[in-house]
């Protein structure tokens, strides 16, 4: 169970987490030169490419998207920077994109500017003669991250012994690696997005067993507990310790067992966050993604998935006032395309996604330029079993949907 193009996974640091907050003012993107000062590790990338400013790495970035004309899809997520998802043939959510990407039969090569995971589920979803290819190899997801595969192997030999015959779905989050999701389709689970993780484990719980439930505790708690799943019926698991911190009793009276990761953007927002919006704007709706902690979700007004929450503040009416839990990105997008709304970041210090926030727009030129001399880069293969295995779990969601 492996990918042929390995991620070298650079984590986050606390310093390259906190390295791009800014005031919103300063949201805008500097040549990378000036952006590798603050000390990240990113891909390697030649050195005609670093000094470039945005305004001309724009330029260039026309130019060679037109000499490639259809050969090249762009596909940007929500969460990507203004200088590069202007030049994205298409946007959206993670699973939006992969619809996308399966869609795309005419394309040589679809870049994705979105994270490794991403990537991945592109190539499982297009034809093998096509490339997906990701501008930096280091923008991964810090949550797919905290579910390595051999942790979750020892995770899964740990259940089976523990429970003997019961039955446990294992369901893997869309925001996980395609071994996480080849081992769930080879384990008769299944792939779920935040839009129909509800489905998934109605699906689930029907076989009369457990579900063992990754990368995102809190979604999972988030969804379980509207299903009337009580805190009681659900434990976590650390991997960092014997039976995941759990006694033999708990793991058996457990109907959900929730692996202990988190998203690290969606985990800023706080329940003091959303009393202070209410304090300021008595009218405001607080909406956010289900990645949030369960206090959060439980006392915004609505939650749901990137491309739910973009759907209520689109349709807003005008005049009403909006603070949004989700990548800032998006909700200053958001704010700058519905400028007849008062939209607003729940958290006033303005974090990107650190890995998303790695597709700089050098490294989209850098992808064109190489395939404009026939030159592939950064192309994300997954193998051939792997891929068989979790097409399986992806196949199943779509058919629960
Ligand atoms: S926003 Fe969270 S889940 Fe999405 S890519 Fe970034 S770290 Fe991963």
């Known amino acids: 169970m492996a990918t042929q193009t390995k991620m070298p996974v ?9 390295a791009f907050c800014q005031t919103e003012e300063d949201l805008e993107s500097k040549s990378l030169i000036e952006e590798f000062a603050v000390g990240v590790k990113w891909q390697r990338i030649p050195k005609k490419y670093l000094g470039l400013s ?7 970035i026309q130019s060679a998207k037109k000499l490639l004309g259809q050969k090249v899809v762009i596909l940007g997520h929500h969460y990507q920077r203004d200088e590069v998802i202007q030049f994205a043939d298409y946007t959206g959510d993670s699973f939006k994109l992969s619809e996308y990407a399966a869609s795309q039969t005419d394309a040589e090569h679809i870049i994705f500017c979105g994270v490794h995971f991403m990537a991945e589920t592109a190539d499982i979803l297009t034809d093998n003669s096509q490339n ?14 905290m ?7 020892d995770c899964w030999d740990d259940l089976n012994s523990v429970l003997k015959r019961q039955i446990v779905t294992p369901i893997t989050y869309m925001n996980s690696t395609a071994d ?9 689970g299944v792939v779920c997005t935040s839009s129909n993780a509800k489905k998934t484990f109605e699906w689930a719980l029907k076989k009369q067993g457990k579900i063992l439930f990754l990368p995102d505790q809190h979604l999972g708690r988030n969804t379980a507990s509207r299903m009337g799943v009580s805190n009681d019926e659900m434990i976590v698991w650390d991997p960092f310790k014997p039976l995941g911190g759990n006694s033999e009793e708990d793991i058996n009276k457990s109907k959900i067992i929730l692996w202990k990761g988190h998203c690290s953007v ?38 749901g998935s990137t491309e739910f929450i973009i759907n209520e503040v689109v349709n807003a009416k005008p005049g009403s006032t909006w603070a949004i839990g989700t990548e800032i990105n998006l909700v200053n997008r958001l704010a700058k395309e519905n400028q007849d709304k008062n939209i607003f970041c729940l958290d006033s210090i303005v974090c990107p996604c650190a890995t998303m926030y790695r597709i700089h727009p050098a490294y989209l030129l850098w ?13 994300v293969k997954v193998a051939s079993k792997t891929k068989e295995n979790a097409r399986k779990a992806l ?5 629960l949907s």
């Open 147 to 153: 579910a390595i595969t051999d942790d979750v192997l």
């Open 54 to 60: 945005p305004k001309l790495l724009a330029g260039r």
């Open 395 to 399: 196949d199943l969601m779509l058919s």
């Open 367 to 379: 992808m064109l330029e190489n395939l404009v001399e026939n030159n592939p880069t950064n192309v």
């Open 266 to 303: 969606h985990t800023r927002f706080t329940l003091k966050q959303i009393n202070s919006a209410r304090d300021k704007h008595n009218d405001v709706k607080v909406i956010v993604h289900p990645e949030c902690t369960p206090d959060v979700v439980d006392n915004a007004d609505l939650y």
């Open 10 to 18: 650079v984590p986050i640091t606390e310093l390259e987490q906190s």
């Open 180 to 188: 996480i999701k080849s081992l769930c389709g080879e384990n008769d």
């Open 132 to 145: 997906v290819i990701l501008p930096n190899m280091t923008a991964g997801c810090s949550m797919a991250d």
